[in-house]
């Protein structure tokens, strides 16, 4: 049974800081990796979707690397802003053909201006 | 564009008591999802739709059923809610099956007493 762990569960950053979150797998065999952001209250927004095949890739400030594996993927954030604050999910999608997107349980990320 | 709605947002409702979920989506995406949200469990797949017409069990299923009569719409109904029922819902939908970018709704959150 795929599992999905995301370390650390909170991370708190002054304004500016350049930051990493975490994600790791357990089973490789995936087909893609989707990083999400949930505001409170709100549902999840998808930021960025890695195929298997892919090391990386860029949107804006956001940039976000797979190794696959390894077991992980990591997303950066460059140049934080407090409207940065949310909670960001991962989730991975199995290699067979199905609907059964795993998600970790986030890292709640606090910017304070 | 609206995307995803689901009704109603929030809801308190009497143990035993028949209750249906709404989600709508006006993407044209063939597959649609219901994930539950509960603290220290993460997002979990309850059931999933690849097409009209077709559906399948998620992770949790039990006491929960759905329906997939056209493209755009997917009720979730609790044909007798019990409380550990109670969590917020999320509807998603993807252009295919789960390969792809999922689109999230903005949540129903339900309290089952």
């Known amino acids: 049974k795929q599992e999905v762990t995301q370390i650390p569960a909170a991370l708190s950053v002054p304004e500016g800081e350049n930051l990493v979150l975490n994600c790791s797998f357990t089973d490789s065999a995936i087909y893609n990796l989707q990083w999400f952001r949930q505001d409170p209250g709100k549902g999840l927004t998808s930021l960025l979707l890695i195929q298997s095949s892919q090391r990386e890739q860029t949107s804006g400030r956001l940039n976000a690397s797979l190794d696959k594996s390894s077991g992980r993927s990591t997303l950066y954030i460059a140049a934080s802003q407090p409207g940065d604050s949310a909670t960001y999910l991962c989730?991975?999608?199995?290699?067979?053909?199905?609907?059964?997107?795993?998600f970790g349980e986030g890292t709640q990320l606090t910017v304070n201006p | 564009i609206a995307g995803i709605t689901q009704a109603p947002t929030s809801q308190i409702l009497a143990a035993g008591r028949r209750m249906t979920l709404r989600c709508t989506q006006d993407?044209?995406?063939?597959?649609m999802y219901w994930y539950r949200q509960d603290l220290g469990l993460g997002l979990r797949l309850i059931h999933y739709s690849n097409t009209a017409g077709t559906t399948g069990k998620g992770e949790v299923p039990d006491g929960y059923s759905v329906s997939r009569a056209n493209t755009d719409d997917f009720p979730l109904t609790l044909a007798s809610a019990v409380p550990s029922q109670t969590s917020v819902y999320f509807c998603?939908?993807?252009?295919?099956?789960?390969?792809?970018?999922?689109?999230f709704g903005p949540g129903t959150r339900l309290t089952v007493t």
């Open positions: 993407m044209r995406h063939n597959a």
């Open positions: 989730a991975v999608s199995p290699s067979t053909s199905g609907s059964r997107l795993t």
């Open positions: 998603a939908s993807s252009e295919r099956d789960s390969s792809y970018e999922q689109y």
